[in-house]
């Protein structure tokens, strides 16, 4: 799927944009975890083998942000 085709344009994205307005505000967490699955699935749609690629690179950057994250709360206090 491109993002130029018609199902991406006149199916998917409308979809996609129709339920993430539909999670309630305050949920900020299911709406980012909703985007993420709606990526893969655009992803997978196309070229399914490098979803495994994509999850890998989510996890670590989820894993290194957090790291970062203690790091930088670490350091706050130090100084």
Do not use: D, Q
């Not at 893969?40 to 670590?60: D, K, Q, S, T």
């Amino acid at each position: 799927m491109l993002f130029s085709s018609a199902i991406f344009l006149f199916a998917f994205l409308p979809v996609v944009v129709l339920v993430y307005y539909l999670l309630p505000k305050r949920c900020a967490a299911a709406r980012n975890i909703f985007l993420t699955a709606v990526s893969l699935l655009f992803y997978a749609w196309g070229e399914p083998r490098f979803v495994f690629v994509m999850l890998l690179v989510i996890v670590l950057s989820w894993f290194f942000a957090r790291k970062i994250e203690m790091t930088a709360g670490t350091l706050k206090k130090h100084c």
